[in-house]
């Protein structure tokens, strides 16, 4: 399949010689439109057709490029393929089609990420059947302390101020933003409280997206993304799993490591409640269900579970 499509706002660069440069993110935009149609078993843009009357009618791809240009109609247009008719087969599924057409070219997932996501999607595919119950989901903390690396060079001047916009891999959320940090190489974020409520550690990832104001609009500069699973890995004395937690993640931008931010984490106290009805409900899923690759994912994660409660149990005389 051959899919031609013209570029969204920001999906091409100009260089400082004026020459046309592409990123991922136009072909991240054009796996997400191939995955809703497998979904929905219709080319992408299929339903913006000219008005000939006739049902082979070709795409107006002047009326798509239109509606494009205006964010409104773009957002209410890229979200319409999913109509309640089609039945994804997941929920996972949705958001990283979602995600990969999203308007804003820096949100949408990096290639990387879309590899490990579909994999995961692969392996748990018919096999997960585990949904966790709302009172055992977790809140997390983690303000941002400081961020290393020159990651953009203003026009005026040698420092410049950015702040983070946190959330975690659910376009449904609403970002959580963080202080903001004036700096050249090296920037250092006041203590701002920044909660992400109801997230689920064993499957969600943590996403940062690195601002700056660049005359009178934002600028997306980087991104960092970690799975909150690699924080249930209990290491040195302290083995309490709402202990504070340092992290170090690469801040990348348009495929690049341009720097690092460190930040501080704490799940909030319903983690051991959320990691034992996992561990419990998965293990009694996984007795039923048929092992192999489509279980693979959700025992790993039971794997996780059950290593961290072990960890953070008090060991008796």
Known sequence: MIISISPLPDSVDKSDDG???????????????????????????????????RADSPIDDNLVAARLKDPVEAIKMLAEPFDVDYA????????????????????RPTAPEVV??????????????????????????????KTSGV?????????????????????????????????????????????????????????VLIKTQVLLFPKTIGKVSIPLSELLTLEGDDKSLTAVRTKQ????????????????????????????????ETTEFLKKAIAGPKTLDLSKKRDVAAAALLASTPKTP
């Open 19 to 53: 020459a046309t440069t592409y990123t991922d993110k136009i072909d991240i935009f054009g796996l997400g439109q191939i995955l809703i149609s497998l979904v929905t078993r219709d080319v992408p843009f299929g339903y913006v057709m000219r008005t000939t009357g």
């Open 116 to 145: 490990r996501r579909l994999e995961t999607i692969r392996q748990a595919y018919g096999g997960a059947g585990f949904t966790t119950p709302d009172l055992a989901k977790v809140d997390l903390t983690e303000p941002p302390v």
């Open 151 to 207: 990651l953009y060079v203003p026009s005026f001047g040698t420092s410049h101020d950015i702040w983070c916009e946190i959330n975690v891999d659910d376009t449904k959320r609403t970002p959580v933003k963080s202080s903001v940090a004036t700096g050249g190489a090296l920037h250092r974020f006041m203590p701002v409280s920044t909660t992400i409520a109801n997230i689920e550690p064993l499957s969600h990832t943590l996403e």
């Open 249 to 280: 993640g690469p801040i990348v931008h348009e495929g690049d490591n341009i720097g690092t931010l460190e930040f501080r984490m704490v799940f909030g106290p319903q983690i051991r409640g959320y990691l034992e009805v996992f561990e419990r």
């Open 88 to 107: 994804c087969p997941s929920e996972e599924y949705e958001t990283l089609a979602l995600e990969c057409i999203t308007y804003d070219p820096e949100r």
